[in-house]
Each structure stands twice: as structure tokens, then as C-alpha cells.
């Protein structure tokens, strides 16, 4: 069974700390990983995808890395804002054939960043 | 340039009712599709439409729901009859292009729905 599991459930840190979250997946055939931020009452935000074949990719003070051995990926924010409060969706898509990718959503990772 | 909007943000319905909620996507956005969040889960896709077509349906959990995508603009997710386990948020999202599993997708805010 596909699942993606992400960790902690909710973090809180204090403005201009960095942070790191985690997620790691069973799922197969893997083809790529992105990370969504979604704000209350908002829908998920793109903030970064990886296919198999990369290992880090950085969208401004996001940092996403990819190890598809370990199944694993960590989405690691820098000098966090007020503005980085949400929740942060991990999605691993699987390729099946006839062409459809069926994403597999973690159940994300509340953040909260206190002044 | 519009997002994804999606209508009605909030529907409150009883048991038993018919509801439709209804999405629309970045406009030239041939890939849309339909997820739900149940409470305290995580978001699960529905159906993927590339154009007016239904690529893939295999996460449409019964035969109580339709999607339809007439002339590959808007679409329309029909609840009918809905039941209390189908109270959730249902999301739209679009994507421009073939999908390749990697296009970036654009979700709108979200339909949440409240079956009594």
C-alpha cells in the first residue's frame, strides 16, 4: 500500500530559526516529490518537485532533498517568518501504466512560527 | 492571471440531498483535478480530466458521485445522494500542458462540504 508519512504532526519555532521536516514514503513506482504549503482557508501552494534523478532542490528559503534509496525527503526552512505558519504537505506521485500518476498525500506538518 | 476557483466555498446540506460543486480552472489548463480532504485525514485524489476526457477515475469513491468536464472548461463534481462520510473539502487543481506526473499544479481554495 502507498503511504507517505510525515513528522512531527505540528512544530513550533521562533521567528528567524530554521527548521526541518521530514516525510518518508512507500510509494511505487516512484516518480517524482513535491512539497505543498497550504495556508488556512487556502489551497496547497506549489513549493518544490523532484523527480528520481535529483537530490536537492531550493525555492528562495526552502530547501527540499530527495533520497529515493531511503525513500526519504526533508523540506528545511531558513531564517523562518511569521508568514512560514501552515501546513506543509508532502506528496509522492507513482507512475502506473497507460500514463496516469496517482499522487499519495502525507497528512503534513503543521508549523507554527512565533515572534 | 486568475487562479483556480472553485464554487460554493461552504455548502451545507442534509443527508440525502443532491449538492454540485463546481471548478474553474487557470484558463488553457487542459489537466484539472478533483481531491477531497476528509476531516482529520490526509487529501486523496479523485479523478484527473485531461480536456473534457477522464483520464483516470480511480479514486472517485462511489457511484454517488459525477464529474463532468463539458467542453473542457469548467467542471462539475455532483454529490447525489450525499451522505454524512462525504463531508469534507473538496480541491480543484489545474495544470497546463501533457501531464508528465511533474507539471506544477495550481489549486484552487477549496469546496468545503457539510453533510447533516
Known amino acids: 500500500k502507498n503511504q507517505v508519512e510525515q513528522s512531527p504532526q505540528s512544530l513550533i519555532i521562533l521567528e528567524g530559526k530554521n527548521c526541518t521536516l521530514q516525510c518518508n514514503y512507500t510509494v511505487s513506482p516512484f516518480s517524482n516529490l513535491r512539497w505543498y504549503k497550504q495556508d488556512t482557508g487556502r489551497g496547497p501552494v506549489s513549493l518544490t518537485i523532484m523527480t528520481f534523478s535529483e537530490n536537492t532542490k531550493s525555492n528562495g528559503r526552502y530547501t527540499a532533498t530527495l533520497d529515493a534509496d531511503t525513500k526519504q525527503s526533508s523540506l528545511h526552512i531558513t531564517a523562518s517568518q511569521l508568514s512560514d505558519s501552515a501546513s506543509y504537505i508532502c506528496v509522492v506521485s507513482a507512475r502506473y501504466s497507460g500514463g496516469s500518476y496517482i499522487p499519495t498525500f502525507g497528512r503534513g506538518t503543521s508549523l507554527i512560527v512565533h515572534p | 492571471e486568475a487562479g483556480v476557483t472553485q464554487f460554493p466555498s461552504h455548502s451545507v446540506i442534509e443527508k440525502g440531498q443532491t449538492v454540485t460543486l463546481r471548478c474553474d480552472p487557470i484558463s488553457g489548463h487542459d489537466n484539472l483535478y478533483w481531491y477531497r480532504r476528509v476531516m482529520g485525514k490526509e487529501i486523496k485524489f479523485l479523478l484527473h480530466f485531461v480536456k473534457e476526457s477522464k483520464q483516470d477515475e480511480s479514486g472517485m469513491p462511489n457511484n454517488r458521485f459525477l464529474a463532468e468536464r463539458t467542453g473542457g472548461t469548467y467542471s462539475t463534481l455532483k454529490v447525489q445522494p450525499a451522505e454524512l462520510e462525504d463531508s469534507g473539502v473538496y480541491f480543484c487543481?489545474?495544470?497546463?500542458?501533457?501531464?508528465?506526473?511533474?507539471?506544477?499544479?495550481?489549486f484552487g481554495a477549496g469546496s468545503r462540504l457539510t453533510v447533516l
Open positions: 487543481a489545474s495544470s497546463q500542458g501533457s501531464s508528465t506526473g511533474a507539471n506544477v499544479l495550481t
